[in-house]
Protein backbone atom coordinates (compact mmCIF):
# COMPACT_ATOMS: atom_id res chain seq x y z
CA UNK A 1 0.00 0.00 0.00
CA UNK A 2 2.41 2.70 1.24
CA UNK A 3 5.24 1.69 -2.07
CA UNK A 4 1.64 2.08 -4.30
CA UNK A 5 1.43 5.73 -2.44
CA UNK A 6 5.15 6.50 -3.24
CA UNK A 7 5.14 4.98 -6.41
CA UNK A 8 1.62 7.56 -7.79
CA UNK A 9 3.72 10.18 -6.34
CA UNK A 10 6.93 9.77 -8.19
CA UNK A 11 4.69 9.20 -11.37
CA UNK A 12 3.25 12.38 -10.67
CA UNK A 13 6.48 14.28 -10.74
CA UNK A 14 7.44 12.43 -13.41
CA UNK A 15 4.64 13.03 -15.57
CA UNK A 16 5.21 16.98 -15.03
CA UNK A 17 9.16 16.74 -15.77
CA UNK A 18 8.48 14.75 -19.05
CA UNK A 19 5.79 17.22 -19.95
CA UNK A 20 7.92 20.10 -19.78
CA UNK A 21 10.46 18.68 -21.78
CA UNK A 22 8.51 18.27 -24.33
CA UNK A 23 6.24 21.18 -24.66
CA UNK A 24 9.08 22.74 -27.19
CA UNK A 25 8.01 19.84 -29.82
CA UNK A 26 6.49 21.60 -32.42
CA UNK A 27 3.33 19.17 -33.45
CA UNK A 28 2.88 18.20 -29.37
CA UNK A 29 -0.57 18.52 -28.40
CA UNK A 30 -2.90 17.50 -24.64
CA UNK A 31 -5.86 16.81 -24.87
CA UNK A 32 -8.46 18.27 -22.92
CA UNK A 33 -9.84 15.92 -20.46
CA UNK A 34 -12.89 17.35 -18.61
CA UNK A 35 -13.16 14.51 -16.56
CA UNK A 36 -9.78 13.75 -15.98
CA UNK A 37 -10.06 15.15 -11.98
CA UNK A 38 -12.25 11.60 -11.53
CA UNK A 39 -8.80 10.06 -12.11
CA UNK A 40 -7.40 11.96 -9.32
CA UNK A 41 -10.65 11.24 -7.00
CA UNK A 42 -10.67 7.83 -7.91
CA UNK A 43 -6.87 6.98 -7.67
CA UNK A 44 -6.54 8.80 -4.57
CA UNK A 45 -9.77 7.86 -3.03
CA UNK A 46 -8.72 4.48 -3.67
CA UNK A 47 -5.63 4.58 -1.41
CA UNK A 48 -7.90 5.95 1.56
CA UNK A 49 -10.87 3.58 1.47
CA UNK A 50 -9.38 0.41 0.98
CA UNK A 51 -7.46 0.35 4.62
CA UNK A 52 -10.56 1.78 5.79
CA UNK A 53 -12.72 -1.11 4.40
CA UNK A 54 -10.01 -3.24 6.08
CA UNK A 55 -10.21 -1.43 9.57
CA UNK A 56 -14.04 -0.91 9.84
CA UNK A 57 -14.80 -4.28 8.58
CA UNK A 58 -11.97 -6.18 10.20
CA UNK A 59 -11.20 -7.90 7.34
CA UNK A 60 -8.90 -11.00 7.86
CA UNK A 61 -5.96 -12.28 6.01
CA UNK A 62 -6.05 -15.16 3.83
CA UNK A 63 -3.06 -16.91 3.13
CA UNK A 64 -3.41 -18.22 0.05
CA UNK A 65 -5.42 -14.96 -1.64
CA UNK A 66 -2.98 -12.73 0.23
CA UNK A 67 0.09 -14.90 -1.65
CA UNK A 68 -1.81 -14.68 -5.13
CA UNK A 69 -1.99 -11.25 -4.74
CA UNK A 70 1.31 -10.25 -3.77
CA UNK A 71 2.64 -12.08 -6.48
CA UNK A 72 0.30 -10.14 -9.06
CA UNK A 73 1.40 -6.95 -7.30
CA UNK A 74 4.91 -7.88 -7.30
CA UNK A 75 3.86 -8.14 -11.24
CA UNK A 76 2.49 -5.00 -11.67
CA UNK A 77 5.21 -3.02 -10.25
CA UNK A 78 7.92 -4.99 -12.61
CA UNK A 79 5.67 -3.98 -15.71
CA UNK A 80 5.20 -0.50 -14.43
CA UNK A 81 9.30 -0.42 -14.52
CA UNK A 82 8.99 -1.37 -17.93
CA UNK A 83 6.47 0.74 -18.91
CA UNK A 84 8.19 3.80 -17.64
CA UNK A 85 11.45 2.74 -19.11
CA UNK A 86 10.05 1.85 -21.90
CA UNK A 87 8.46 5.28 -22.69
CA UNK A 88 10.98 7.70 -20.88
CA UNK A 89 9.95 11.27 -21.54
CA UNK A 90 6.69 10.66 -23.65
CA UNK A 91 5.07 8.65 -19.90
CA UNK A 92 2.54 10.97 -18.65
CA UNK A 93 -0.94 11.04 -16.79
CA UNK A 94 -2.56 13.13 -19.33
CA UNK A 95 -2.83 12.67 -23.09
CA UNK A 96 -0.43 13.86 -24.85
CA UNK A 97 0.30 13.41 -28.68
CA UNK A 98 2.48 14.12 -31.68
CA UNK A 99 0.31 13.85 -34.70
CA UNK A 100 3.84 13.37 -37.32
CA UNK A 101 6.51 12.32 -34.78
CA UNK A 102 7.95 8.63 -35.93
CA UNK A 103 10.00 9.05 -32.91
CA UNK A 104 7.18 9.33 -30.36
CA UNK A 105 5.49 6.26 -31.01
CA UNK A 106 7.09 3.18 -28.61
CA UNK A 107 7.45 -0.20 -30.08
CA UNK A 108 9.41 -1.79 -27.41
CA UNK A 109 8.49 -3.44 -24.53
CA UNK A 110 5.14 -4.56 -23.29
CA UNK A 111 3.88 -1.96 -26.51
CA UNK A 112 5.01 -4.67 -28.54
CA UNK A 113 1.97 -6.45 -27.59
CA UNK A 114 -0.75 -4.62 -26.06
CA UNK A 115 -1.61 -0.75 -26.49
CA UNK A 116 -2.13 0.12 -23.01
CA UNK A 117 -0.16 -2.16 -20.72
CA UNK A 118 -0.43 1.04 -18.37
CA UNK A 119 -4.27 0.38 -17.64
CA UNK A 120 -3.42 -3.21 -17.35
CA UNK A 121 -1.29 -2.75 -14.58
CA UNK A 122 -3.72 -0.43 -12.60
CA UNK A 123 -6.92 -3.02 -13.05
CA UNK A 124 -4.49 -5.70 -11.62
CA UNK A 125 -3.37 -3.28 -8.81
CA UNK A 126 -7.04 -2.40 -8.21
CA UNK A 127 -7.76 -6.16 -7.93
CA UNK A 128 -4.29 -7.11 -6.12
CA UNK A 129 -4.15 -4.06 -3.74
CA UNK A 130 -7.52 -4.51 -2.16
CA UNK A 131 -8.47 -8.70 -2.15
CA UNK A 132 -4.91 -8.96 -0.12
CA UNK A 133 -6.54 -8.39 2.52
CA UNK A 134 -10.45 -8.98 1.52
CA UNK A 135 -11.85 -5.61 0.84
CA UNK A 136 -14.18 -7.03 -1.70
CA UNK A 137 -16.79 -3.76 -1.32
CA UNK A 138 -13.55 -1.93 -2.54
CA UNK A 139 -12.62 -4.46 -5.48
CA UNK A 140 -15.89 -3.87 -6.79
CA UNK A 141 -16.63 0.04 -6.13
CA UNK A 142 -13.51 1.02 -7.83
CA UNK A 143 -13.26 -1.63 -10.65
CA UNK A 144 -16.29 0.00 -11.88
CA UNK A 145 -15.37 2.68 -11.92
CA UNK A 146 -11.92 2.58 -13.39
CA UNK A 147 -13.59 0.29 -15.76
CA UNK A 148 -16.21 3.35 -16.02
CA UNK A 149 -13.60 5.84 -17.09
CA UNK A 150 -10.98 3.90 -18.87
CA UNK A 151 -14.43 2.98 -21.44
CA UNK A 152 -14.34 6.54 -22.39
CA UNK A 153 -10.22 7.95 -21.77
CA UNK A 154 -9.19 4.86 -23.61
CA UNK A 155 -11.70 5.90 -26.66
CA UNK A 156 -10.45 9.63 -26.83
CA UNK A 157 -6.68 8.77 -26.40
CA UNK A 158 -7.06 6.36 -29.02
CA UNK A 159 -8.50 8.43 -31.19
CA UNK A 160 -6.35 11.08 -30.93
CA UNK A 161 -2.92 8.95 -31.18
CA UNK A 162 -4.84 7.17 -34.26
CA UNK A 163 -3.97 10.55 -36.10
CA UNK A 164 -0.34 9.71 -35.88
CA UNK A 165 -0.02 7.69 -38.90
CA UNK A 166 3.20 5.76 -37.24
CA UNK A 167 1.26 4.98 -34.51
CA UNK A 168 -2.09 3.66 -36.34
CA UNK A 169 0.46 1.14 -38.35
CA UNK A 170 1.87 -0.29 -35.29
CA UNK A 171 -1.30 -0.48 -33.17
CA UNK A 172 -4.72 -0.53 -34.89
CA UNK A 173 -4.57 -4.66 -35.02
CA UNK A 174 -3.00 -4.89 -31.46
CA UNK A 175 -5.47 -5.82 -28.34
CA UNK A 176 -5.54 -3.12 -25.57
CA UNK A 177 -4.97 -5.49 -22.60
CA UNK A 178 -4.16 -9.35 -23.28
CA UNK A 179 -2.31 -10.29 -26.63
CA UNK A 180 -4.72 -11.87 -29.57
CA UNK A 181 -7.57 -11.92 -27.45
CA UNK A 182 -8.61 -8.38 -26.06
Same mark, same amino acid.
Given at each position: ????????????????????????????????????? @? *? !????????? %?????? /??? +?? $?????????? @? *? !????????? %?????? /??? +?? $????????????????????????????????????????????YLSFL??????????????????????????????????????????
Open positions: WFTTIVFRLFELRLAKQNLAKRKSEPNLQIAKEPFFF @L *F !VILHSSFLI %IVPIEI /LVF +NR $NFDLWLGLIC @L *F !VYTICLIMR %ISVLTT /LRQ +NW $NVKVVFDTKSKESICKNGLYKYIRHPNYLIVILEIASISLLHQAFFSVCNFCILYFRIRQEEAALMQNPYYKEHFQNKKRFIPFVF
